[in-house]
Structure formats: structure tokens, C-alpha cells
């Protein structure tokens, strides 16, 4: 998209572009995927230090001690005091990247950044979006930009299922009333509202027997998976969910169990899940999967009368969020992008951002993009030209210009 802005707009909202782009390259350049987070962060509090980022502005929260996975850091909060009126804003992005990054190598040709080791994507997602939180807070920091009470979350673990986020230690972030969250390309894309998630492990047991000596005598695991997963798909539970006009889809993702083809399947792990808008879909869903496995379990018995079990385990991924498009936070985006002569375009995400686990604890967020294109792949890419635009509407949305 090409930009119309008059120069007299853009001169409000100008940035030092060059330090943006060196900026930017310097955080691509430090390791950092899911879990091994301690360095990145260590680089984003260390670049912010040069430009005069007092120490006690800094924390970190605890966050990956309550993650299944570790982590060697939690999430990094860096709050500056307000110089001007208003709420609390705050600006977020996640710091960890996919393993498909690891040894990534930068380089930057034209206005493009790539990897030049073969088989590695850059780590445009999300440095592209540390890029441009640290942009705005150096612009902030040396020009003494006046702006309302300020924080800055760098979240861990969003990769491997928005931990950082749901587990965001929220006396530390300083009950922000307006938040944004750079996680994606376009910058013009902006994401008021998403999905939620729930996974649903099923754990059955059947009876082991000899395939070829008393098959009879056995229950079968994959026999009662297999009937559940007719069903569901049969009555419309599975795939795409459409009830009485309301959205979701389900998914049988994974299916691991069995030892030997000569034994009876004694043990077998489904792992699946559902989205929807919907709260009421998603547990219908859910409710729609225990039944089916229950009632396959049920109906399957052996020649001595044995019946196989059950066990379905439901837990919440992430919460649903819809922003109002009257919302302030709403509205605000879409005021920084027409100053910058972008054309906003709304949207609501089919997966999970760490803006839904803010929203689950009632903090609104606008998603925005800060350049990274073809994410989670060996072609990834910064779009610098885009990056650029990311950081402008970061520091408009930091200092209300
Ligand atoms: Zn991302």
C-alpha cells in the first residue's frame, strides 16, 4: 500500500529510521526460541539502557516457573511514569521464536531482512515487533516525548501456547486501560478479536488379548476411538462446526498408541481440539466428544464381558475476545494509522494471540503487524519498508501523537 500522507502529518510521527532498522538487526541477531528467552531480553534492556532507561524501570515476573515447559526467564515489564495525562498504556509483543529460527544468520539487502543460513527463517516473528516497542521507547527516551504512564511487555512462550501471557504477573504490568500488541505483518491488518481454544485429551483403556490366539478375549483401544470418530464426524461434530448458525471446528490432531500387531491394542491417546467464538459451541463441542467416546467404550465388549474406559480431559487454551470497533482502543489505532495515511482493515484471527489471555483478564488489545512475512518458515522475511510503519504507529500509539 502506498502511503498519502502529507508531509505535514508524517513530521509528527517521525522516527530515527536508520536506528530503527540497526536496532532491529541487532535483536535478530540474538538467539532466542521458546523457553531460552534470557538473552533477547537481557539485549532489549541493555539497548534501552544506552538511551537512559532508569534500572528500576526494569522487572521481570515469574512466569516460566509456572509453564510445563521452564523457560530460563519469565516475562521482561519495563514501565516508564507518566509525563502526560491519561490512562496507563501499554505496548506488548513476544520475544521467543520458532525452533526453524535457531541459527538464523541476518542480512539485510535492500529494504528486505532474510537469513543467509540455508534452511533457517530470520525471526521476523517477533522481533519485528521487540523492533518496534524498543524504536518508540528510544524515540521517548531521547527526545523526552511527553506520554502518558507507559508499559512495555515482552512476553516468553507464546510459541509453544501464549504462556508468558497467561501467566503475566498483572501487578507488574500496572492495570493498563489500553493495550497493543505487535505480533504480525501487515501494519494496516489490525486484530480486534480472536478465537478461543480448548484441547481435549482422551485417554482409553482397553483390554490387551493375542491378535491371533483369543482376539476375542480383548478389547480394542483403537476400536473405540475409531467408532467415537465415526460419530462425531456422522452428527457434524467434527471439522467444521456449523450449529444453529455459530461457528467452530474441531480436529482429531494426533492418535499414538499400540505395541505389536499381534497384541490387542490395549492403550491409546487422541489428542484434539475445538475453537469457537462461542463459548456455549466449544463446550457443546467438548460435550459432543466425551459422550461419543463414552458411549463407543460402552457398546464394545469382549467374549468375558470387559469393557474398555475413558478418560477426557478438557482445559481452556485460551479464551475468546471481541473489541468493540467503538472502543477506545480501537479507535486509537485507527486514529495513528490515518495520521500515518494507512488504511486500517479490522479483523478477527481464527487462532490464539497473547492479546486473548489479556482479554481473558479484562485487558483490551489491538493486534497490529510490524513487517514479518512468511513466518514459521526458511523463506521468512522483515518487510523493512513495513517495519518502519510498525515503530511510527508504536510511538504514536505510546505518546497519543
Ligand atoms: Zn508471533
Redesign the pocket.
Known sequence: MRKTTSEKDSNTLTLDQDRAIRTVMELLSVPGVSCEERRIADKIVEVLRRHGLPKNAVAFDTAHKKSSHGGNVGNLIIKLPGTASGPRRMLMA?MDTVPICRNAKPVKRGNIIRSARKGTGVGA??RSGCGALVAAAMEILDRKLPHPPLTFLFTVQ??IGLIGARHVDKRLIGSPRLAFNW?GGEPDCVEIGATGGVSLDVDIKGFPAHAGGQPEQGVSAAVIAACAIAELEEKGWLGLVMKNGVRGTSNVGMVRGGEATNVVMEHLHVKCECRSYSVRLRRRISEAYRKAFEKAARKLTSSEGKRGRVKIKCTKKYEAFKLPKSSRCVREVIRVLHRLGRKPALQYSNGGLDANWLADRGIQVATLGAGSCN?HTDSEKLLLDQFIVGCKTALGLATKL
Open positions: 513476544h516473528d517477533n507464546e510459541e505480533d513466518a
